[in-house]
């Protein structure tokens, strides 16, 4: 079972909208969550880095919450723009047992912001 | 910076042959991995080097892959013999910590695109 999951599996919207993609996360303990975008054709992007004590980190129009009790995050978008269009993914930093942390990557949500 | 750079950005080949894979992480980052990325799977880690000592290779498939970074500056991550299910992306990523530290972010590259045949 994937130890992070995240829904909706793809989404599209009209530009100007909001939206909020969701991460679930069985990982414990854990070090970070982070939130990457991912355009087509390109490496990933980092958004946030959150710790479990922080619950909410925003960046510009995306804003980043974190549940660390229900093991829950949510990304929101606010005002979408066409080159919103990605993959958003959902990465978790864990401790391993080699004494350093492995990140451990979600399959992603692709939006798409129509015009 | 010109940040992380990965050569080819498109390979194709027929099964069987060679593939080798290129990456220049930033300059005075001392950690890089390679991840391999497909639809079904999404991005799996399939190595981690820090200071260009292999530290986990536990994602590498099988013996048919191997991944060296000979110094600070470049690394390569080889197939021999390829075979149609190592089709997929795979990037190259660097960062300025090692992995013992949980607040790395990583910088990826454009990756390189590999369809074998």
């Known amino acids: 079972k994937n130890q992070v999951e995240q829904s909706p599996q793809s989404l599209i919207i009209l530009e100007g909208k909001n939206c909020t993609l969701q991460c679930n996360y069985t990982v414990s303990p854990f070090s970070n969550l982070r939130w990457y975008k991912q355009d087509t054709g390109r490496g990933p992007v980092s958004l946030t880095i959150?710790?479990?004590?922080?619950n909410t980190k925003s960046n510009g129009r995306y804003t980043a919450t974190l549940d660390a009790d229900t093991k829950q995050s949510s990304l929101h978008i606010t005002a979408s723009q066409l080159s919103d269009s990605a993959s958003y993914i959902c990465v978790v930093s864990a401790p391993f047992s080699g004494g350093y942390n492995k990140l451990i990557f979600g399959a992603g949500t692709r939006l798409a912001v129509h015009p | 910076d010109a940040g992380v750079i990965q050569s080819p950005r498109h390979e194709v080949t027929e099964m069987g042959q060679e593939v080798t894979l290129r990456c220049k992480p930033i300059?005075?980052?001392?950690?890089l991995f390679w991840y391999r990325q497909t639809m079904m799977r999404g991005l799996e880690l399939l190595i981690y080097f820090n200071n260009n000592v292999p530290i986990d290779d536990s994602g590498m498939p099988e013996d048919r892959f191997s991944a060296k970074m000979p110094n600070a500056s470049f690394s390569t991550l080889k197939i021999q013999p390829s075979e149609p299910r190592d089709s997929a992306v795979y990037f190259c990523?660097?960062?300025?910590?090692?992995?013992?530290?949980?607040?790395?972010?990583?910088?990826f590259g454009a990756g390189s695109r590999l369809t074998v045949l």
């Open positions: 959150m710790t479990f004590s922080e």
């Open positions: 300059s005075g980052h001392n950690s």
């Open positions: 990523a660097s960062t300025d910590r090692d992995l013992y530290s949980g607040a790395n972010v990583l910088t």
